[in-house]
């Protein structure tokens, strides 16, 4: 072996084996184990080891596409995708092109207090809209109130729970769209516009022409990034509702999360996220496929 | 400034007006901080608290014998639970000479740390707090020890008869063998307004509509009524509430009302020891739909309503009823403005053919200490958890307010204790005694979880009680399976 580190040929091999190790360590051996663990089922026994216990082949498959609590929660996750990813988006892009203005006044003050619900950690986002959306002492119900109006349950009903999650997520999350977004528009050179100006094009066009293909990439990027969080969408249930009313805000992560720790059904557990894993993989490659930007 | 620049201002001071409008715009929900009265006593003061010679005195001869220069390590669920303790830390040291390290470990995250460390093998921890649910689960996994053994070794050091006798079946035993020692007494009581169950003009009002005196209820027929009665919106007054919100412990508020209406005899109405099924369907349905007509006289939101919101709305007597668990934060002034208007009594029941009632308390979550087969100081960690439990140290517990409850008679009848809980004294003990377990077969996560789901999806509208059974029924059998 110390032989052959003399030889040009092995340097390259030598060069990039800790990352393979790394990537073999932590990326491979655990997928491989997840995918034996979705083919087992997980007993507890003293002195049982993982690997004795029982095969099931695709069984734990089987039950995930005939359990209806979890086709239930995957459901709650898609509307959660559809309608909260779309709003983040349209409305970061509304405040990135508002922001990216010239002479927008304390800009920097601003930019800082945007990302505040960002900066702050989901879990204590969830737990201080809680607060906020409580049908009795909440500040939204405040507001409410004051225009004379009923107060409404967000929280303790099956028509508000989801809404009200979705609204978490816009909150906190709608910053992270601009952010990318106004990186994205800061990008484009002025020029552009000036020469389209003089072209006679309008504000539309502008944006059509200009703005909306060279912004394709931050675009694509934002939807796929948001696209896979509104999968992981955790903390904010669990802070919120804890997936109630019924299951009206179960989604998949909280779903696998009780499966897995609270009942310690990780054989299960580790299927459903397979299963998971798969729906995020095909909406991100469709996303990439009709979002990517052409090379011309 | 244009207009659309006033709008992208507007929406970014919208997005971070979330972080600040809570201490802005919101009603605080803690009642203005009230002076304790004279005379009155809350926990936390010195004269509530045991002696250092009490504490002394409480100590098992033999844990003093074999305790000298050894160390235990313990796990806790943090909190309240570990305070008592990591308080004992320096005073077992110095008098026993027994080093103890304790980790506190996050509720949520307390069953997946210790199956971590049951499954990985480690003899890490000698001492375990656990919920009494999980014990079924652990013991038939080998997990942890029986401790018959030691219960019978030690009888002489340790008095079981003064351990209330329902809750230690429902806390500390599995299929009729100890797992564990006593710590938290968790059970369910029934609370009500005294001041309006006293006030004169209310009990005419009542009985005019009701034929019947205004009395502490004895039936979930008569709350029904109180609740109806009581409902008030525009006095800020409901006639019901309670924990709602949905996690597996709803689920045992609600068999408060559902076990006493099964019609013959059961060991636990739900699941027993022995893994059969006791899910009565008439009994599930007529209680559900009780259930559900109570709730229509409690607060809005109360399908979200946790262990903060009912204590608040107990507490500040925005509710007339509810249950909850037993506990003196309701007869401190500090965190109760109705601490003195709040009286208690034996869960409310069902009356039988031959006109006896039913009450069938649920013992309620809990918390018992277990030894870890894996232990390598087995023994001494079964006498250091018998210290935890003595009476002493139950005094300890419950007059620093840290949460933990008693579960020994003595304790009860100790006059700092009823300095402290009032009232609320007998109706505990009552309610200890004749209290009904969690499930506890392996299993009783996804057993809970199959029933507060179907339960919870019926109290939001969406199905009704005869369907709730059924898919609990449904899913039930599929846990059965997996686990056999």
């Known amino acids: ?296 | 400034m244009k207009v659309s620049r006033w709008l992208a201002v507007f929406m970014v001071v919208a997005m971070a007006a979330g972080v600040f409008a809570p201490a802005a715009l919101a009603e605080d929900p803690t009642p203005t901080p009230v002076p304790i009265p004279e005379g009155v006593k809350v926990a936390g003061m010195p004269e509530v608290l045991p002696t250092q010679e009490e504490l002394k005195a409480a100590i098992p001869p033999s844990l003093m014998e074999m305790g000298q220069g050894k160390k235990l390590r313990i796990m806790f669920q943090g909190g309240g639970d570990s305070a008592p303790a990591v308080e004992m830390k320096d005073f077992l040291k110095e008098n026993v000479g027994l080093e103890i390290e304790i980790d506190v470990i996050p509720p949520e995250s307390l069953r997946e740390k210790q199956l971590s460390v049951f499954t990985a093998g480690s003899s890490d921890y000698d001492l375990m707090e656990l919920y009494p649910t999980w014990i079924g689960e652990y013991a038939e996994a080998g997990f942890i020890e029986n401790l018959d053994p030691y219960y019978e070794k030690y009888a002489a050091e340790i008095n079981t008869e003064d351990f209330i006798a329902g809750a230690q079946v429902g806390f500390d035993k599995y299929q009729g063998s100890w797992y564990a020692v006593p710590y938290d007494g968790d059970v369910n009581i029934f609370y009500y307004r005294t001041d309006l169950w006293e006030d004169p003009a209310e009990q005419a009002a009542f009985k005019e509509k009701y034929g019947y005196d205004l009395k502490y209820p004895e039936t979930w027929l008569q709350v029904r009524d109180m609740a109806e009665f009581f409902t008030r919106p525009d006095e800020g007054l409901w006639g019901f509430g309670t924990l709602a919100l949905r996690t597996w412990w709803a689920a045992d508020y609600w068999a408060n009302v559902y076990r006493p209406h099964i019609a013959g005899d059961f060991q636990n109405g739900m699941v027993n020891d022995q893994g059969e099924f006791e899910l009565d369907r008439e009994a599930f349905i007529k209680a559900n739909d009780l259930y559900m007509e109570l709730m229509k006289f409690s607060p809005d939101g109360i399908l979200n309503w946790g262990y903060p919101e009912s204590k608040e709305a107990l507490g500040n007597g925005v509710v007339a009823m509810s249950m909850q668990w037993a506990t003196g934060v309701f007869r401190d002034p500090r965190q109760a403005s109705h601490w003195d208007k709040l009286g208690c009594g034996l869960m409310p029941g069902v009356e039988q053919a031959d006109g006896s009632i039913k009450h069938k308390p649920a013992l309620a979550v809990g918390k018992a200490l277990v030894v870890p087969t894996a232990s390598e100081n087995k023994d001494l960690a079964f006498l250091l958890g018998q210290f935890f439990a003595s009476k002493a140290m139950q005094i300890y517990e419950t007059n620093t307010g840290s949460g933990v409850d008693p579960n020994r008679i003595s304790v009860f009848e100790d006059q700092r204790v009823k300095d402290v809980w009032g009232p609320l004294t007998s109706c505990t003990m009552a309610n200890l005694d004749l209290g009904v377990p969690d499930i506890k077969v392996p299993g009783a996560a996804a057993y809970y979880e199959a029933l507060i789901g179907e339960l919870h999806s019926s109290w939001a509208g969406e199905q009704d009680s005869a369907t709730a059974y059924d898919k609990v029924m449904k899913q039930w059998e599929i846990v059965r399976e997996e686990q056999q």
């Open chain 1, 1 to 296: 072996m110390f032989k052959n580190l003399g030889n040009r040929k092995a340097h390259p091999y030598l060069l990039i084996a800790p990352t393979i190790a790394w990537l073999a360590g932590f990326i491979v051996y655990p997928l491989i184990f997840s995918i034996v663990m979705a083919l087992k089922q997980f007993k507890l026994k003293k002195d049982l080891s993982f690997w004795d216990m029982p095969w099931v082949g695709l069984r734990n498959f089987e039950k995930a596409i005939n359990d209806e609590n979890f086709l239930g929660a995957l459901w709650v996750t898609l509307l959660v995708l559809l309608v909260a990813v779309t709003i983040e988006f349209l409305l970061g892009l509304a405040i990135a092109s508002l922001l990216n203005r010239k002479n927008v006044r304390g800009h920097p003050f601003f930019m800082t207090l945007l990302m505040t619900p960002m900066m702050m950690p989901i879990i204590a986002g969830g737990l201080l809209w809680r607060m906020l959306l409580d049908v009795r002492w909440g500040a939204v119900n405040a507001v409410v109130q004051w225009f004379g109006l009923p107060p409404i349950d967000f929280l303790g009903t099956i028509q508000w729970s989801l809404p009200s999650v979705m609204l978490v997520d816009i909150w906190q999350w709608t910053p992270f769209v601009v952010l990318i977004l106004l990186s994205g528009l800061r990008a484009i050179p002025d020029e552009l516009y000036e020469a389209a100006t003089v072209d006679g094009a309008g504000r539309v066009q502008a944006f059509l022409k200009i703005t909306w293909p060279l912004l394709a990439w931050p675009v694509m990027i934002v939807l796929l990034i948001r696209s896979m969080d509104a999968f992981k969408i955790f903390d904010v249930v669990y802070g919120l509702t804890f997936g109630g009313p019924g299951n009206s805000t179960t989604t998949v992560s909280f779903y696998i999360y009780k499966q897995g720790f609270s009942q310690f059904n990780l054989g299960y557990a580790a299927s459903l996220s397979w299963i998971v894993f798969i729906i995020v993989y095909a909406i991100s490659t469709l996303i990439i496929r009709f979002l990517r930007p052409s090379e011309d």
